[in-house]
Nanobody
């Protein structure tokens, strides 16, 4: 059973930064893609960014230039560096891995507020 465990969420003021981590219980390269999604209150879950096995990234327009996905292959951890945070980035952030089946983490709350 694949497990994904997120960490690193919290509260930050607008303009601040946070880094989320997603520890994966399997080899990251065994997945077609890994990435981050988010769900704000009363909204549908939406893509933030994904990265393919080959390293191709797909960012949502709303986070381009502010968020960066990266991988630690040796540790099987996926990171999301979030800079210049805005109140509209407030959401629960979920890590996801796909290889036919979809695997989700439990979510990590990010709150951006002054």
């Amino acid at each position: 059973q694949v497990q994904l465990v997120e960490s690193g969420g919290g509260s930050v003021q607008p303009g601040g930064s946070l880094r989320l981590s997603c520890a994966v219980s399997a080899n990251i390269f065994s997945f077609d893609t890994v990435g981050w999604y988010r769900q704000a209150p009363e909204k549908q879950r939406e893509l933030v960014v994904t990265i393919s096995r080959g390293g191709v990234t797909n960012y949502a327009d709303s986070v381009k230039g502010r968020f960066t996905i990266s991988r630690d292959i040796a540790k099987n951890i996926v990171y999301l560096q979030m800079n210049s945070l805005k109140p509209e980035d407030t959401a629960i952030y979920y890590c996801k891995a796909e290889r036919g089946a979809h695997y989700w983490g439990q979510g990590s709350q990010v709150t951006v507020s002054s």
